[in-house]
């Protein structure tokens, strides 16, 4: 969108009902944000009551962002538990109370109600198998299960024992899982026989069998019953959690652990090789998840809040379980998909559940536009209070459809913006502080302080209406410390190209009133339905296969997906490109990484646009592959111009 057109955006007010409800109005942000930035030590530590600790820090901050150096400490010698937060210390006042909503897959099963005292149960108890085990603090333990709840008991009880979870997506192949599981040096898979999605199913235990033939032969699986499906059984490898379950014991103690020792690892996709393990730590990703989620979402005790996505994302661990759980909240997780059986599914659940605060992503928005308001307005949504939206920037349509056909124009739609490595928001309108313009992240959360640099001087942008890369000057709790096992990684990643910032990859508009706009991404990272993927991972995948020589990916503008996956595929010599080719090569792909790593479009280039060094120019492909051949800029320092006009003339229909 141009500069003009953004000075014409409406700007949606708050409702007197809206403002007077919320924990934040506008007085109240103003006053907060300059006093979390004049003093963060004081700001944060006041926020840090918000836990219970064990030993209460005496240390807030304690943060070095110089380049060779860095590192990120907060509340470094309190102790804390993050599974007691979440559930021993809400036991008294309720226990009683529901804490997960499960909605399953198909309608017509039956929804579980799991009280706090049910989930403190069962995460004792699968504390207390993993330690039966052999897991002890420190080791991590991959986890690969459907939406169910044990994903949540599996997450707490490694945090419970103070072992590292990463949980891999149930969409990852077998070699994806492999990767994953060998790059943090995991004891323990733990999965289940089938995920059901979408009236199918995903058979988890053969993908994790597949994956075990690749790592170490001490790995064991834990594997929880869901469909009841058949699965192969290795003994002494293979343990049953269902049956272990009726005998292990109801309680297990919290370990104490360091606010700094790791929580989990999450891996991420980034511009350059395989995905890197996000590192985050005990205690301040936890302040930081359960303030999030109590002020962006406007959270009140009593409310019913879902977020729609998976756990196998960071936004699954931090707003459907950790941020949700630590406040006390009742939190819905769902097994199933926006579409299955039909488009309603979602209105439904929240009618269903009387959900209040609704959390989704613009992909799924924009399929369920294309589906009709028919679906939306037969379910009555009156219960929603505040929306969300999270993953990638909203286009203005769908954001009028969300604002007027689901919130009925008296929801405010919160549009967060935040990475698996930042743990949680980090720019967001206040449900009762701003005034919403669709598309806009609006304003930095407490404590945040956004730049925008010039990309090539690396200087700040100062004033308002400019545009430019977005680095965050300063640290906040819930940050991520390091990669796993690659502090130089992290270094390079996030600390190199602007010195003394942290660099997002995110372009950024700050617009004439101050106000926020991500632009996207300006490093070699695609985004997928919100799903974040490196173009590098699929370049890999798609040579790795006989028949390819050489491979180019770029995302491009998708109706739906927001991007789509464009592949230039130079093949062998001796290869003829055909149909058939080309579908063995989505499949690989599919086989490789997962199905969200699909590619949309395969074009067979003779020859891929490079300088005379050998580099491809990337920006070349991506014009193409958008579509737009005006302005491909200086071709003239390619090392063969005419490979340009070869990928225009046979530019693959979509
Ligand atoms: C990238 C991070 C954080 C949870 C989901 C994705 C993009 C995320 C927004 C938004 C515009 C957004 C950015 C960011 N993104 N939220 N509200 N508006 N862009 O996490 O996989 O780590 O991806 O998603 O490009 O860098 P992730």
């Given at each position: 969108m141009?500069?003009a057109?953004?000075?014409e955006?409406k700007?949606?007010p708050p409702?007197?009902e809206?403002?007077?409800?919320?924990?934040?109005n506008a007085?109240?942000?103003e006053?907060m944000y300059?006093?979390?930035?004049?003093?963060?030590?004081?700001?944060w530590?006041?926020q840090?009551?918000?836990?219970?600790w064990?030993?209460p820090?005496?240390q807030?901050k304690?943060v070095?962002y110089s380049?060779?150096?860095v590192s990120?400490?907060w509340y470094?010698?309190?102790t804390l538990?993050?599974?007691a937060?979440c559930l021993?210390?809400?036991?008294?006042?309720?226990?009683?109370?529901?804490?997960?909503?499960?909605?399953?897959d198909?309608?017509?099963d039956?929804a579980?109600?799991?009280t706090y005292?049910e989930?403190?149960r069962r995460t004792?108890?699968?504390?207390?198998?993993?330690?039966s085990?052999?897991?002890r603090?420190?080791?991590?333990v991959?986890i690969?299960l459907p939406?169910?709840?044990?994903a949540?008991y599996a997450m707490?009880?490694?945090a419970?024992i103070?072992?590292?979870?990463?949980?891999?997506?149930a969409g990852f192949s077998p070699?994806?899982?492999a990767?994953?599981?060998?790059?943090?040096?995991?004891k323990?898979i733990?999965?289940?026989?089938e995920?059901p999605?979408?009236?199918r199913k995903?058979?988890l235990?053969s993908?994790?069998d597949?994956?075990?033939?690749?790592?170490?032969?001490?790995v064991k699986?834990?594997?929880?019953?869901?469909?009841?499906?058949q699965?192969t059984?290795?003994?002494?490898?293979?343990?049953?959690?269902?049956?272990?379950?009726l005998?292990?014991d109801?309680y297990?103690?919290?370990?104490?652990m360091?606010?700094?020792?790791?929580l989990?690892?999450?891996?991420?996709?980034g511009?350059?090789?395989?995905?890197?393990?996000?590192?985050?730590?005990?205690?301040?990703?936890l302040?930081?998840?359960?303030?999030t989620h109590e002020i962006?979402?406007?959270?009140h005790?009593?409310?019913?809040?879902?977020c729609?996505?998976?756990?196998g994302?960071?936004t699954g661990?931090?707003?459907?379980?950790?941020g949700?759980?630590?406040?006390?909240?009742?939190t819905?997780?769902f097994?199933?998909v926006?579409t299955y059986p039909?488009?309603s599914r979602?209105?439904?659940v929240?009618?269903k559940?009387?959900v209040n605060?609704f959390?989704t992503?613009p992909t799924?928005?924009r399929?369920?536009?294309?589906q009709?308001?028919?679906?939306v307005e037969?379910?009555?949504l009156?219960d929603l209070?505040?929306l969300?939206t999270?993953?990638?920037p909203?286009?203005p349509?769908?954001?009028?459809w969300?604002?007027?056909?689901?919130?009925?124009?008296?929801?405010?739609?919160?549009?967060?913006?935040?990475q698996?490595e930042?743990?949680?928001?980090l720019m967001t309108?206040l449900?009762?502080?701003?005034?919403?313009?669709p598309?806009s992240?609006?304003?930095?959360?407490?404590?945040?302080q956004p730049?925008v640099?010039d990309?090539?001087?690396g200087?700040?942008l100062?004033g308002?209406?400019?545009?430019?890369?977005l680095?965050?000057?300063d640290?906040?709790?819930?940050?991520?410390?390091?990669?796993w096992?690659?502090?130089e990684r992290f270094e390079?990643?996030?600390f190199?190209?602007?010195?003394?910032?942290?660099?997002?990859g995110?372009?950024?508009r700050?617009d004439?009133d101050g106000?926020?706009?991500?632009?996207?991404?300006?490093d070699?990272v695609?985004n997928?339905s919100g799903h974040?993927?490196?173009?590098?991972?699929?370049?890999?995948?798609?040579?790795?296969?006989?028949?390819?020589?050489?491979?180019?990916v770029?995302?491009?503008p998708?109706?739906?997906k927001?991007?789509?996956?464009y592949?230039?595929?130079?093949?062998?010599?001796?290869?003829?490109?055909?149909?058939?080719?080309?579908?063995?090569?989505?499949?690989?792909?599919?086989t490789?990484i997962?199905?969200?790593?699909s590619p949309?479009?395969i074009?067979?280039a003779?020859?891929?646009p490079?300088t005379?060094s050998?580099k491809?120019?990337?920006?070349?492909?991506r014009?193409?592959a958008?579509?737009?051949?005006?302005?491909?800029?200086d071709?003239?320092?390619l090392?063969d111009?005419?490979?340009v006009?070869?990928?225009i003339?046979?530019?693959?229909?979509?």
């Amino acid at each position: 969108m141009t500069a003009a057109a953004h000075a014409e955006v409406k700007a949606y007010p708050p409702s007197a009902e809206t403002v007077a409800r919320a924990h934040v109005n506008a007085a109240k942000y103003e006053e907060m944000y300059a006093a979390s930035i004049a003093d963060p030590a004081a700001f944060w530590g006041e926020q840090g009551k918000r836990l219970d600790w064990i030993k209460p820090y005496t240390q807030v901050k304690d943060v070095n962002y110089s380049f060779g150096n860095v590192s990120i400490n907060w509340y470094a010698d309190g102790t804390l538990n993050v599974a007691a937060n979440c559930l021993d210390r809400h036991l008294k006042t309720r226990g009683d109370q529901t804490a997960i909503i499960w909605e399953p897959d198909e309608p017509t099963d039956e929804a579980q109600h799991i009280t706090y005292a049910e989930l403190h149960r069962r995460t004792c108890r699968m504390a207390n198998i993993l330690e039966s085990m052999g897991v002890r603090k420190g080791d991590r333990v991959v986890i690969y299960l459907p939406m169910i709840p044990e994903a949540a008991y599996a997450m707490l009880a490694c945090a419970r024992i103070g072992a590292i979870h990463s949980i891999v997506f149930a969409g990852f192949s077998p070699d994806a899982l492999a990767a994953r599981v060998n790059g943090c040096d995991a004891k323990v898979i733990i999965t289940a026989d089938e995920a059901p999605r979408g009236g199918r199913k995903t058979p988890l235990k053969s993908n994790a069998d597949a994956a075990l033939l690749h790592c170490k032969d001490s790995v064991k699986c834990l594997v929880v019953k869901r469909t009841g499906g058949q699965t192969t059984w290795i003994d002494g490898r293979d343990y049953d959690y269902n049956e272990m379950a009726l005998e292990a014991d109801d309680y297990c103690a919290p370990a104490e652990m360091n606010a700094e020792d790791p929580l989990f690892i999450l891996y991420t996709s980034g511009s350059t090789g395989q995905p890197k393990g996000v590192v985050h730590t005990t205690g301040g990703y936890l302040v930081y998840a359960a303030m999030t989620h109590e002020i962006s979402f406007d959270y009140h005790d009593g409310d019913i809040y879902w977020c729609t996505a998976d756990v196998g994302w960071v936004t699954g661990h931090s707003y459907i379980v950790y941020g949700p759980l630590a406040n006390g909240a009742t939190t819905l997780m769902f097994e199933g998909v926006p579409t299955y059986p039909d488009a309603s599914r979602f209105w439904q659940v929240c009618e269903k559940h009387k959900v209040n605060q609704f959390y989704t992503a613009p992909t799924a928005i924009r399929a369920l536009m294309g589906q009709g308001k028919e679906y939306v307005e037969k379910c009555d949504l009156s219960d929603l209070k505040v929306l969300g939206t999270v993953g990638e920037p909203i286009n203005p349509e769908a954001w009028n459809w969300y604002n007027d056909v689901v919130g009925k124009g008296r929801c405010p739609i919160v549009d967060t913006w935040w990475q698996t490595e930042t743990g949680g928001h980090l720019m967001t309108p206040l449900p009762g502080a701003h005034a919403l313009k669709p598309g806009s992240a609006m304003k930095p959360f407490f404590g945040i302080q956004p730049v925008v640099l010039d990309p090539q001087s690396g200087v700040e942008l100062n004033g308002n209406g400019v545009e430019g890369v977005l680095c965050i000057k300063d640290s906040w709790p819930g940050q991520m410390r390091t990669v796993w096992g690659d502090h130089e990684r992290f270094e390079k990643t996030y600390f190199a190209d602007y010195k003394g910032y942290y660099f997002t990859g995110d372009g950024c508009r700050r617009d004439e009133d101050g106000d926020y706009w991500i632009t996207g991404r300006v490093d070699d990272v695609i985004n997928v339905s919100g799903h974040r993927m490196g173009t590098a991972e699929v370049e890999s995948a798609l040579v790795a296969h006989a028949a390819v020589a050489e491979a180019a990916v770029v995302g491009y503008p998708h109706e739906i997906k927001g991007q789509g996956i464009y592949c230039y595929v130079t093949l062998m010599n001796d290869q003829e490109p055909t149909e058939e080719l080309r579908q063995e090569l989505r499949k690989w792909v599919r086989t490789e990484i997962g199905p969200i790593a699909s590619p949309d479009v395969i074009q067979w280039a003779p020859g891929l646009p490079k300088t005379r060094s050998g580099k491809i120019m990337r920006r070349i492909l991506r014009k193409i592959a958008e579509n737009d051949f005006g302005s491909l800029g200086d071709t003239s320092t390619l090392a063969d111009p005419s490979v340009v006009d070869d990928l225009i003339a046979n530019r693959a229909s979509k």
